[in-house]
Nanobody
Framework: QVQLQESGPGLVKPSQMLSLTCTVSDGSITPSRYNGGWFRQAPGKERDFVAAISWSQGSTYYADSVKGRFTISRDNAKNTVYLQMNSLTPDDTAVYYC????????????????WGQGTQVTVSS
């Protein structure tokens, strides 16, 4: 059973930064081989793609709305994916979800097999 645990909920002011962490566990003693992604969902809106990173090459992908402000990275030995968010604005307020998949990387939620429970990020003055 694959489990994703997010950490890093926070309330920050506009222009500040925040870091999110997602740890993937599947009961294996060896590092997992999962592509990692982040999505977000604001109240009344659909779940939108934020960023993704491949397991093998570490290739990264970003939504246009966060490009240049957010950075996704990973530590394969720790089965952990990070999302560093800089220059936050109120439009970034949402529940952020971590996603993992052993085969694919994509910008739509249906591509991903495994999900975390979500962590709230609020940007407000």
């Amino acid at each position: 059973q694959v489990q994703l645990q997010e950490s890093g909920p926070g309330l920050v002011k506009p222009s500040q930064m925040l870091s999110l962490t997602c740890t993937v566990s599947d009961g294996s003693i060896t590092p997992s081989r999962y592509n990692g992604g982040w999505f977000r969902q604001a109240p009344g809106k659909e779940r939108d793609f934020v960023a993704a990173i491949s397991w093998s090459q570490g290739s990264t992908y970003y939504a246009d709305s966060v490009k240049g402000r957010f950075t996704i990275s990973r530590d394969n030995a720790k089965n952990t994916v990070y999302l560093q968010m800089n220059s936050l604005t109120p439009d970034d307020t949402a529940v952020y979800y971590c996603a993992a998949d052993s085969r694919r990387v994509g910008g739509t939620p249906g591509v991903w097999d495994y999900w975390g429970q979500g962590t709230q990020v609020t940007v407000s003055s």
